[in-house]
């Protein structure tokens, strides 16, 4: 999944849709770029949902285990400490980097983005918005039940009429918060545009811990969302290509308002990522939940690469910057090189004594 968030950042860089340090193609009508918008649309609808489900999922026995003052002070220094580290180093690092290279300077953009005290979170803001969900989960519970009073109690899996009318409160959620903060727009660094579905699925993610659902999940539960899946996913592409068959008639906004495009669009996300996520669920739990050693090298890193990535994609996709080739060859090659180089440049950081605590 981490390696999932490289290729994500890769395909804006060449043409999706989505904001990114580098864009060396804008989004088009050109096939690729159509292409990789909807790679970038799809992973939008689930991936980083599927993040906070599991986040989720281990803050219950987390907080148990540690009691309210371990706890924050875990989520400071596993989240606070990386998401200051962006803020005052790799952020500007990344900046310079792309501004060096187009002849506006290394040095100056450093001093004018700490002059005017511009925060840069990037993919950071992840942390960000996790440590603002841990404190309100620890918040909530204070007021609730000591940490020692809950305990896991096992229920069924809920079945597809609970999935639907979460994916209908998520879509009803997330239109309505776009109706004030239109997809696309920040605020504090966080796209508050798509938190209708982080803020469900982490709530789900600690419901699973609390009643074993992840353990019961089986295929019959995921079966009826992978058709769902299937069914809902053509009407994006189908949408935005009457979308463009009609724009002369006016832009069809998908990201705020109430029109057609932005109701479908807010439904669509939760009927894709539900069969997705349980899916991916499954299949990791079937093939990867396996001794290896391989694996475990990865996974450890897995953190340290989410973190470092932004300045080590940029740099590779600047390096071949001025190599002819069509975007989706551009897009593999510099993908696959990003996501090798950053699990090699992540080991000595995960090693080093002191860091390997954060990360």
């Not at 109706?179 to 982490?202: A, K, R, T």
């Not at 002819?324 to 440049?345: D, E, N, Q, R």
């Amino acid at each position: 999944m981490t390696a999932l968030v490289i290729l994500h950042h890769t395909a804006i860089t060449y043409g999706g849709s989505g904001g990114w340090f580098w864009k060396e193609l804008e989004t088009s009508s050109a096939p690729s770029s159509i292409l990789l918008t909807l790679f970038c649309a799809t992973n939008q609808a689930y991936f980083m949902g599927f993040f906070f489900l599991l986040a989720g999922y281990f803050t219950p026995g987390s907080l148990q285990k540690k009691g309210y003052v371990r706890f924050l002070a875990d989520r400071i220094l596993r989240l606070g400490i990386p998401l200051l580290a962006f803020i005052l180093v790799l952020g500007p690092l990344t900046a310079a980097i792309v501004t060096y290279v187009q002849g506006e300077g290394f040095w100056p953009t450093i001093r004018s983005l700490w002059q005017h005290q511009r925060i840069i979170n990037g993919p950071l803001w992840f942390a960000q918005a996790l440590l603002i969900f841990a404190l309100a989960y620890a918040g909530g519970r204070r007021f609730i039940a000591r940490p020692e009073a809950v305990s896991v109690e096992p229920s069924p899996v809920p079945g597809y009429r609970a999935w639907l009318f979460g994916a209908l409160g998520t879509a009803a959620g997330a239109l309505l918060i776009r109706q004030f903060v239109p997809v696309g727009e920040n605020v504090f660094g966080l796209q508050i545009g798509y938190f209708s579905s982080y803020i469900f699925l982490f709530a789900v993610g600690v419901a699973a811990w609390r009643h074993d659902w992840l353990r019961q999940l089986e295929w019959r539960h995921a079966r009826p969302w992978i058709i769902t899946l299937m069914v809902a996913w053509p009407c994006l592409p189908i949408s935005i290509a009457i979308a463009r068959a009609s724009a002369g008639h006016g832009k069809v906004n998908f990201g705020s308002g109430f029109s057609w495009a932005a109701i479908l669009y807010a439904l669509w996300e939760p009927l894709v990522a539900w069969g997705l996520i349980a899916s991916w669920l499954l299949l990791f739990r079937r093939y990867m939940n396996q001794p290896s050693a391989f694996w475990d090298w990865l996974n450890r890193r897995a953190y340290a690469v989410y973190i470092l990535h932004p300045p080590i994609l940029v740099s590779i996709a600047l390096l071949l910057h001025h190599w002819s080739a069509p975007a989706l060859l551009k897009f593999s090659v510099t993908g696959t090189l990003a996501c090798v180089a950053c699990w090699l440049i992540a080991d000595p950081f995960v090693r080093c004594p002191g860091i390997r605590r954060i990360v």
